[in-house]
């Protein structure tokens, strides 16, 4: 790594290639490596050196793409999985167990809260839930003797609400574990939780990182940071010896990479949450270009917002960019240079009225996704939080008249009268 300015990490980390190499990354569409000798593979079985074997555990392809991602975001190493669900699955898993308990944000996307309050709790892992802007008290409150982790999305979706992650970071680390942070809306070129403390960074690469709406994926990135030995009764998974490696002791084998190293070679390998090959050289191809559709994003994302307050037709508008904004502080704290593309709104006439104007659209596609280049729209209060009760819409942010606006990077001007002419037939 080196300290090149981000758009120019975005082109150049990663795939870094020799002489007479492809200069664009190559996708390995192979299972598996040949090697010459069966003690050399023993040796890559045991972790006694490094290199790919079979693709359920590594790939080429798949090293480059995590290369550039911890370089974007400052870790000391990242693990690609199939989607962004297996990034929260195993960046939890990794520490936390059957009689465990994790403190989460309540402002976190539908399929993660579902992860949490109905597998996990199935599996033994007990949550606990705070709502946005909760006190040092209320947080402190939350954490019991068997608490493994704290966990937030920096720009949740959808209710963009944005974490107070020097709060989560500083309260965390106080009662010895680790903050992760679901960095999926901000991407690492508006903010980088590990400059405010956070631990473990993942995303849903399936938006922004990918951008086209191509691959799902996800990524945890380590810091590489956070003192496991220090709280080595907490994790004995990182710091007693794991007899399935013949006895290796992460955090002594692996040192600052113990976190990321254990994710894979334990988790993938059990787990299988792979991506494939083709996947993750589409998501390069993505980041290649993502410091310029950030900022584009961003700057349709404000004009729309700013449209939408004016309009007499929109009860209510929700952007972090946006002065006066909820979020508007925070955003500015952690997020100085923008934000996301995406907005949320009530027009008036609440849930009905919501459905005859995305219907109304023509530019817009009603689709259930978001971030990606062409703007799309969604009400998640009947998709993908339909399974919430209104109570839990409430507290994960989400009223019924909530209108996803996921702003894409064609012409500002296209968009608006798109709106517009949506808006003149309620
Ligand atoms: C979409 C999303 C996820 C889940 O990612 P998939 O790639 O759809 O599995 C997790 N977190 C956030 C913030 C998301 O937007």
Avoid at 126 to 139: I, Q
Wanted: charged residues 20%; aromatic residues 8%; glycine residues 8%.
């Amino acid at each position: 790594m080196n300290d090149w300015h981000i758009e120019t990490k975005c082109i150049q980390e990663g795939w870094k290639p020799g002489n007479g190499e492809p200069r664009v990354l190559p996708i390995v569409q192979s299972t598996t490596f040949k090697y010459d000798s069966a003690e050399t593979l023993g040796d890559l079985f045991d972790l006694k050196i490094g290199g790919d074997f079979y693709t359920r555990l590594s790939n080429p392809t798949t090293n480059a793409v995590e290369a550039k991602i911890a370089a974007l975001e400052g870790g000391v190493g990242a693990l690609l999985t199939s989607a962004g669900q297996a990034a929260s699955l195993v960046s939890v898993l990794n520490i936390a167990h059957a009689g465990d308990h994790i403190i989460s944000a309540s402002a976190i996307y539908g399929g993660t809260f579902n992860l949490f309050h109905k597998t996990m709790k199935e599996m033994g892992i007990d949550v606990t839930f705070l709502e946005p802007g909760a006190s040092d008290a209320e947080l402190e409150a939350a954490f019991r003797p068997n608490t493994k982790l704290v966990f937030g999305e920096t720009l949740s979706n959808p209710s963009l609400n944005v974490l107070d992650i020097e709060q989560y970071a500083r309260i965390a680390h106080a009662h010895q574990v680790p903050l992760i942070v679901d960095n999926t809306f901000p991407t690492p070129i508006n903010c980088r939780p590990f400059e405010f403390g956070a631990d473990i960074v993942i995303h849903s690469t399936s938006k922004y990182l990918d951008g086209h709406a191509t691959a799902l994926g996800g990524v945890i990135v380590d810091s590489g940071r956070f003192d496991w030995e220090a709280a080595a009764d907490k994790y004995p998974g990182l710091t007693t010896p794991d007899e399935t490696y013949h006895g290796i002791i992460y955090t002594k084998q692996f040192g600052t990479a113990a976190y990321i190293t254990k994710c894979r070679t334990h988790l993938m390998r059990d787990l299988g949450v792979t991506p494939s090959p083709q996947n993750a050289f589409l998501l390069s191809q993505g980041i290649d270009t993502l410091h310029l559709r950030m900022e584009r994003h961003c700057s349709n994302a404000l004009k729309v917002a700013q449209y939408l307050a004016e309009n007499p037709l929109v009860s209510w508008v929700s952007y972090p960019g946006l002065p006066g904004d909820k979020s508007y502080e925070l955003a500015k704290k952690y997020m100085p240079h923008g934000t996301c593309g995406v907005i949320s709104f009530g027009v008036k006439g609440g849930r009905d009225a919501a459905c005859r104007f995305m219907n109304n659209l023509k530019l817009a596609s009603i689709a259930i996704h978001v971030a990606d280049l062409r703007t799309c729209v969604l009400h998640p209060a009947s998709t993908t939080h339909r399974q919430m009760n209104d109570a839990q819409l409430a507290e994960a942010g989400v009223t019924p008249d909530l209108i996803r606006f996921s702003v894409g990077i064609e012409h500002p001007d296209d968009i608006i009268a798109d709106i517009q002419q949506a808006l003149d037939t309620l």
